[in-house]
Each structure stands twice: as structure tokens, then as C-alpha cells.
């Protein structure tokens, strides 16, 4: 496994939401997921404008994760380009197109009660 500066999950939220902002994903949400569910400290979930752009995002991000932190993220449909889940371990970002984000409506199922959301 490679060196790596990623200390915690929080450095590896950054370093996502970074990779995110490089490749210009739109409304980039941030939910904080610890004390509510087992599957991560975070979700993260933004939009691209198309399919290539989605999936070029989402190939960005998994690339740039193996780089810094050594880790091989689990990655589900990237082929298609609609909506793909990458799994980083403590981070989930799923990247969606406009359509198909609005459709499914991921945010309000988790925004509940005391859940912490940060948009840029």
C-alpha cells in the first residue's frame, strides 16, 4: 500500500471534495453520516452535466483516491454515466446527472432530523 497523508476520514473528505471542485461537479452536497449508519463517516453527492461528464468525475476521483491514499474504491456504474457509486471505505459519493439526482431525491432521504449538510 502506498505512503499516505490521509489520516482520517475527514482528510479524505477533503481530498474527495477537492477532486470534485477541480473537475467542476455542481451542487456538491456534504452529509455527515457518523452515529447514524455503519456504511461511512460520509456521503457526498453532486451532479455533472452529461454522462461523459459524470463518468469522467467519477474515473478522476477513483484515480486520484488510489494516488494519494492507496486505496482501491468500489465503483458502480460508470459504464452507463447516469449515476455512479464510488465506495472510498469511509467516504460514498454517488455523482449524478441533473435528471437522474432529482429523480431519486438521495439527499432528502438522508437529511433528517440533526443530519449536518454543507453545500458548495
Excluded at 477532486?19 to 461511512?40: C, F, Y
Excluded at 467519477?58 to 454515466?81: F, H, M, P, W
Excluded at 437522474?100 to 439527499?107: D, K, S, T
Aim: hydrophobic residues 40%; glycine residues 8%; charged residues 30%.
Amino acid at each position: 500500500m502506498a505512503a499516505s497523508s490521509i489520516a482520517n476520514s475527514e482528510d479524505l473528505l477533503a481530498l474527495i471534495l477537492s477532486s470534485l471542485d477541480d473537475d467542476k461537479a455542481e451542487e456538491v452536497v456534504q452529509i455527515d453520516l457518523r452515529g447514524k449508519t455503519e456504511i461511512g463517516d460520509y456521503m457526498v453527492i453532486c451532479s455533472g452535466r452529461s454522462t461523459r461528464q459524470v463518468s469522467s468525475i467519477a474515473e478522476k476521483l477513483v484515480q486520484k483516491v488510489k494516488d494519494e491514499t492507496g486505496r482501491t474504491s468500489k465503483v458502480e456504474g460508470k459504464d452507463i454515466g447516469d449515476w455512479v457509486l464510488i465506495d472510498t471505505g469511509d467516504v460514498i459519493v454517488h455523482v449524478f446527472r441533473p435528471e437522474v439526482r432529482e429523480f431519486y431525491q438521495l439527499e432528502k432521504m438522508w437529511l433528517g432530523g440533526d443530519t449536518a449538510a454543507v453545500t458548495s
